[in-house]
T-cell receptor
């Protein structure tokens, strides 16, 4: 059974550019969550999607957005990149609500460096 | 607001030692608690999930316990090996599907 797949694994962008990251959840999983991980802040919740609907959003500016498709695949977009957006972006999937007893599985992450 | 604390931030032990990693949380109204492992440059691997109705969960050399009333969980690693070297994180879910993570404990097992 394939795990959570994230692409690309590594990317370098310039300040002001925008980036799109992709996530394919485990087959059958309908919930997809995104997290940002930095050395200083640790893991911070970005948003969660279930059946194409964004159910929850973390405390990030509007430059961070996402969507989920009918096949549960998800993308997140960051516009007008800033140096502080450099981080590991992790996607996670679960069968149901991650807050209600469902195990959550993470992908390998996308390393974003903004220069 | 849920806060999750893991102390110490780093731990170094000789191979073969049994060890306990601690996790504390401030809001005891949780559905479950999950332990993860993260290798350098990698994503998180789920180790154990303990439901709020459970007190322990075991997988191989790993045993996790949960005490909701005291806001604590422990991850016990038996007979540690160099391959256990990694960062271990605990996380608890909130009402909005968000997981709140601790900062993690970086474990180094010396051969």
């Amino acid at each position: 059974k394939a795990g959570v797949t994230q692409t690309p694994r590594y990317l370098i962008k310039t300040r002001g550019q925008q980036v799109t990251l992709s996530c394919s959840p485990i087959s059958g999983h309908r919930s997809v969550s995104w997290y940002q991980q930095t050395p200083g802040q640790g893991l911070q919740f970005l948003f969660e999607y279930f059946s194409e609907t964004q159910r929850n959003k973390g405390n990030f500016p509007g430059r961070f957005s996402g969507r989920q498709f009918s096949n549960s695949r998800s993308e997140m977009n960051v516009s007008t990149l800033e140096l502080g957006d450099s981080a590991l972006y992790l996607c996670a999937s679960s069968l149901g609500d991650p807050g209600r007893g469902n195990t959550i599985y993470f992908g390998e992450g996308s390393w974003l460096t903004v220069v | 607001k849920q806060e999750v604390t893991q102390i110490p931030a780093a731990l170094s032990v000789p191979e073969g030692e049994n060890l306990v990693l601690n996790c504390s949380f401030t809001d005891s109204a949780i559905y479950n608690l999950q332990w993860f492992r993260q290798d350098p440059g990698k994503g998180l691997t789920s180790l154990l999930l303990i439901q709020s109705s459970q007190r322990e969960q075991t997988s191989g050399r790993l045993n996790a316990s949960l005490d909701k009333s005291s806001g604590r969980s422990t991850l016990y690693i038996a007979a540690s090996q160099p391959g256990d070297s990694a960062t271990y994180l605990c996380a608890v879910p909130g009402a909005n599907s968000k997981l709140t993570f601790g900062k993690g404990i970086t474990l180094s097992v010396r051969p």
